[in-house]
């Protein structure tokens, strides 16, 4: 997570939470607000299972719909980022087919 600055000339752009319009914060703020928050997430999933945790991630998920690539350890992937599956899985359509993605790096396609 990037606070105060991000890198420039990447392959994909990125930000900081500064940029962002929330200056000011630190490694132990963000730490502390991050565990916070997982340990309520966390509590909610052992309590009532993955759908809630699903559907909120689905409400914030940005990009649905749109062109992505993926990133696995031995190819790349594009295509139409479709939803989360009942698992956690990314699925994206590719090439015609859906495509279940269990671990890769997700970027908004190239161009």
């Known amino acids: 997570v990037n606070l105060a600055s ?3 000339d990447l392959e994909y752009p990125a930000a900081s939470l500064s940029d962002q319009g929330f200056p000011g914060i630190t490694p132990a703020s963000l730490l ?9 997430w966390l509590e909610c999933w052992r309590a009532e299972g993955f759908v809630p945790v699903r559907a909120a991630w689905l409400n914030r998920a940005g990009g649905i719909g749109e062109a992505v690539r993926v990133r696995l350890e031995t190819l790349t992937l594009e295509g139409r980022f479709l939803d989360l ?3 956690g899985a990314l699925v994206i359509e590719t090439g015609g087919d859906r495509r279940r993605i269990a671990a890769g790096e997700v970027f908004p396609a190239l161009g």
């Open 85 to 87: 599956d009942q698992d």
């Open 6 to 8: 991000a890198p420039r």
């Open 32 to 40: 502390e607000s991050f565990t916070e928050h997982f340990a309520l």
